[in-house]
């Protein structure tokens, strides 16, 4: 390996210092070739700096570059990895450096890049080449040669170290996506992004989440000492709420937020006294708490009552379509009906605040149990139902066949996934923001491999990637 690791950039001129802990302060850092115009415009206009170190390098400069992530001065990086270093990483000259290097890169706000022919293993240079007279020739050279996966057993072993580490893996296929992706981490990054979540437009509760989701935004803004700014779009499908917040909050503490928040809401509605002695003990204004507690316990009731006005007319409606796919069944007419009661009590719930994905921070919509199917159509209406509840009514079978398996494999992904499957779904969401959730799903599809036929794989790889194009 060449020791190209020396090349360090800096939003300052070439001669200012380049230690990262005098007096030039909090810095981002770049592994590999990942910088761009883009990516270091954001950081100059926030007066960070940035420093770049290459893979492509001795063991001691992997040393400094673990030195460099435990930096306390370090707000976040992001990192290439090629086929040129799965190997090396795997020897007895890397290895120990390399896990010390990719555990530090695990627990700091980082993203790495890895081009998605190492991730499946496919060989580039096996596609048919084109004429050697054809411009593209060299360039089809380069790539094949570049993004060749190295031996199964060796990219396993990496891509393995990887996800032990905690690496966020984030694939690519072209310098333009990785430039657009780089450029977004740092921008979400640099304003202190906590969450996203897309909310798609036919989702049963989506009008109620928009009331519940401000009144946790106002409620942070007037009983905590944390600075909260709540953002997003709308489209014609459905609606991106985000939330950025100050350095001293993140994901854990936010999730620990709303379930205070929730308490806070029973509390105002059952003991407006203990609400507002609970607020006066946060340094809350007296005249601020009682407007709090009393414009809090209307929005709850009010809430409370949108919610079982939503809940009785999609019941309603669903009752009656159970009932037409039951009629023909040997079952008696009123064990239909205490059927179809009891299957739609699974699917329509009560409380907003396990009902949909976006009700709070990370977490996961319920699904549906305790189905008693009688015959084939009644299950397809079922599964319609469940499309419909979900906003999710208008997909294409890939895009429900991937729904599918999110569902099945996602773990704690799962909520974050099937957002960033009705943001691919939306085409007039942001770009980048599509990109971003497009690059995610591959991600999750890739990591099938082995449980679910190769074949299906294609067929949903194929579908995520014609979905936007960079």
Not at 139 to 145: I, T
Not at 197 to 222: C, H, N, S
Not at 453 to 467: I, N
Request: charged share 30%; with cysteine.
């Amino acid at each position: 390996m060449t020791d190209e690791a020396l090349d360090i950039g800096m939003t300052q001129p070439e001669n200012s210092s380049q230690s990262t802990t005098d007096s030039a302060g909090k810095f981002f850092l770049f592994i590999g070739g990942t910088t761009s115009d883009a990516a270091t415009s954001i950081l100059k206009t926030s007066g960070i700096y940035y420093r770049q170190k290459m893979l492509q390098s001795t063991p001691e400069n992997w040393e400094e570059i673990t030195s460099l992530l435990k930096d306390p001065n370090l707000v976040g990086a992001v990192g290439k990895l090629t086929n040129r270093q799965f190997e090396p990483l795997l020897s007895p000259t890397y290895l120990k450096v390399g896990k010390e290097l990719f555990a530090s890169l695990g627990v700091v706000e980082h993203i790495l890049f890895i081009h998605q022919a190492l991730l499946t293993g496919e060989d580039p240079s096996e596609e048919s080449p084109p004429d050697p007279e054809d411009e593209t020739y060299i360039d089809f050279l380069v790539q094949a040669d570049y993004f060749s996966p190295p031996k199964d057993k060796v990219r396993k072993k990496v891509l393995g170290l990887l996800e032990d580490c905690g690496v966020n893996i984030v694939p690519y296929e072209t310098n333009a996506e990785l430039s657009v992706l780089a450029a977004a981490f740092i921008e979400d990054h640099e304003r202190n992004l906590l969450f996203r979540i897309y909310v798609p437009a036919g989702r049963i509760y989506a009008a109620e989440v928009d009331k519940l989701l401000t009144m946790f935004r106002d409620w942070l803004t007037q009983a905590t000492t944390y600075r909260v700014r709540q953002d997003g779009y709308a489209t014609a499908k459905g609606r991106v709420y985000e939330f950025f917040g100050d350095d001293q909050l993140d994901m854990a503490e936010l999730d620990r937020q709303f379930e205070t928040f929730t308490e806070f809401l029973v509390l105002c509605e059952s003991d407006a006294r203990r609400a507002e002695n609970w607020l006066l003990a946060q340094r809350v204004p007296e005249s601020v708490a009682k407007d709090m507690v009393r414009r809090y316990a209307k929005e709850s009731k009010r809430l409370t009552l949108d919610l079982r006005h939503e809940s009785e007319a999609r019941l309603l409606s669903l009752r009656q379509r159970f009932e037409s796919e039951l009629v023909d069944s040997e079952e008696p007419g009123d064990q239909k009906a205490r059927d179809a009661d009891e299957i739609l009590g699974d699917l329509v719930p009560t409380n907003l605040l396990t009902a949909d994905v976006a009700a709070r921070p990370g977490s996961s919509t319920p699904q549906p149990g305790g189905l008693v199917v009688y015959q084939q159509n009644f299950l397809g209406s079922v599964e319609n139902v469940i499309q419909d509840l979900r906003g999710s009514s208008d997909f294409s079978q890939e895009a429900k066949d991937l729904l599918g398996l999110i569902q099945k494999f996602g773990d704690k992904e799962a909520a974050s996934l099937e957002s960033d499957l009705h943001e691919i779904e939306d085409e007039d969401a942001r770009t980048p923001d599509r990109l971003a959730a497009r690059q995610r799903l591959k991600r999750f599809v890739f990591k099938l491999g082995g449980k679910v036929e190769d074949a299906t794989l294609a067929v949903l790889l194929k579908y995520v990637q014609t979905k936007i194009g960079i």
